[in-house]
């Protein structure tokens, strides 16, 4: 019985340490966890409805077209991310006919994301007046560049920068 005891409390701290472990390797690589996700699809939520002063009617046919939209770029993002990590693990091993693989599905990434992205302009064009679909583009930038801003600060990187990126 004892051993058994032994064994689940030791189990249970296993768990527990890979838990922390895959949180903080998460937050070192820049990665969300669920519960920050969570919380900045909420707040997208909230201002994009606010930003396209989206009536209660309006929303009810909206959101259900952005999330299936959101959901096939995240799908598409996530397999272009492991994709990422994979060439960039392998870099220096990388044959020049690999690598060139690596750069030109890059590319195809980029068609297949616009494929996704023209698909739903259509539709959104179908659920809202075109003028809020504009807003809605526009929208979307500035959540992005407040969120990013956000994100530096809470970093305490400052101020972004103007210019794109910093150079050394």
């Known amino acids: 019985m004892k051993t058994r005891m032994l064994t689940l409390s030791a189990f249970m701290l296993v ?13 070192e690589r820049g990665m969300l ?8 699809e909420s707040f ?5 409805t606010r930003e396209l002063s989206l009536t209660p009617d309006d929303a009810k046919i909206f959101w259900p077209v952005y999330d299936q939209y959101s959901k096939e770029l995240d799908k598409l993002r ?33 068609q297949r994301e616009l494929n996704i992205q023209k698909k739903y302009h259509d539709e959104f064009k179908k659920v809202l007046h075109v003028k809020k679909v504009a807003k809605l583009y526009m929208a979307e930038q500035n959540f992005k560049r407040k ?9 305490g990187q400052g101020a972004p920068h103007r210019g794109g990126l910093k150079r050394p």
């Open 78 to 110: 996530n397999e272009r991310m492991k994709e990422r990590d994979d060439a960039k693990r392998d870099f220096d091993n990388l044959s020049d006919k690999d690598m060139e693989k690596v750069v030109d599905g890059e590319i195809i990434f980029r």
């Open 147 to 155: 969120l990013l801003q956000r994100m530096r600060e809470k970093r």
């Open 15 to 27: 768990c527990l340490l890979s838990l922390n472990l895959t949180s903080q390797a998460q937050q």
């Open 33 to 40: 966890t669920s519960e920050e996700k969570d919380k900045m």
């Open 44 to 48: 997208k939520i909230a201002y994009l």
